[in-house]
């Protein structure tokens, strides 16, 4: 189909090959072409666009897949819109299946928030709307200046569950912590099914420094400067603070399971799987616990580092995944990894935008905590 027959274009952002296959479903789905351009990089790593054809007066669609390069691939996105902008087109969408430093959504002691940032990068290289999938918080949403979209793989997942796991009326939905257990209580009312959540922490983890729990120490100091005199005269707290009451530190109690899980398929669900070590975690509780046969469902497959091989040496049974990030090669190193295309709702979504149709429709039976 030609541009003068659809009225928009779909670019892919991507330079690497592997990266644009989900554009290529995509299109194949909305029966136009691919746009014409080139991504690369130069020798020095610089990162090049080329548009190949004329956008000026259209709405263009930027489909990019985030691969393990995660700031190059911003850069591809942020150089191509700002391309498209300036070769004059109407509308530039950015279509963002897996939307990268979504977990860095909170102030952290003397951080930064970085999605913050990364949404007025965005706004700036001239993108006016965003199609993504299941952030890591809704409230992301609102560091944005236009309108973004925040699709739901659930229903995938979700009819993944009824037709490949067998006897799945026996199966339980597990949040791995209490922080997953809304959108875990949204998966098991849509199935029918129980509800287990695994709470509490392997004792002296990494997170405790991460997350402040040892901080103030708890040693008052009463040494140093005398402190400041006011004008009524009163002797004041050592400077340079006011001295506060001790503070308890923060503890969580050892890993328990909130449900019972004996005799049971338990399925974890959670948007992001990454670092695997807390889904192996919970999983061989779980086995302790009973479970039979533990499934992962997750929209987002990163697995990073060593993912693959820790999947395949615990005790999870299959760890079910979207194509928002390509994951090919961790396919090949772990058969247990098994793949969900979300091809057609991305595709809807593009094409009820170009309509100015409802998106409502996408939404429909989707809980507020999905």
Partial sequence: MNVAKSGYRVFSANSTAACTELAKKITERLGVELGKSVVFQEPNRETRVDVKESVRGQTIFIIQTIPR??????????????????????????????????????????????????????????LTHIITMDLHQKEIQGFFSFPVDNLRASPFLIQYIQEEIPDYRNAIIVAKSPAAAKRAQSYAERLRLGLAVIHGEAQCAESDMADGRHSPPCVRNTTGHT??????????????????????????????????????????????????????????????????????????GLLSADAPRLIEESAIDEVVVTNTVPHEVQKLQ??????????MILAEAIRRIHNGESMAYLFRNITVDD
Avoid: W
Wanted: charged share 25%; net charge positive.
């Fill in 334 to 343: 772990c058969p247990k990894i098994k793949t969900v295309d979300v091809s």
């Fill in 69 to 126: 390069d995660v700031n190059t691939a911003i850069m591809e996105l942020l150089i191509m819109a700002y391309a498209l902008k300036t070769s004059c087109a109407k509308n530039i969408i950015g279509v963002i299946p897996y939307f990268p430093y979504s977990k860095q959504c909170k102030m952290r002691k003397r951080g930064s928030i970085v999605c913050k940032l990364l949404a007025s990068m965005l706004a700036k290289a001239g």
């Fill in 227 to 300: 402190g400041l005199e006011l004008p009524s005269g009163k002797q004041q707290a050592p400077f340079p603070g006011i001295e506060l009451p001790i503070m308890m530190a923060k503890e969580k109690p050892p890993i328990t399971v909130v449900g019972d899980v004996g005799g049971r398929i338990a399925i974890i669900v959670d948007d992001i799987i990454d670092d695997v070590g807390d889904f192996v975690a919970a999983a061989e509780i779980l086995k302790e616990r009973g479970a039979y046969k533990i499934y992962i469902m997750a929209t987002h």
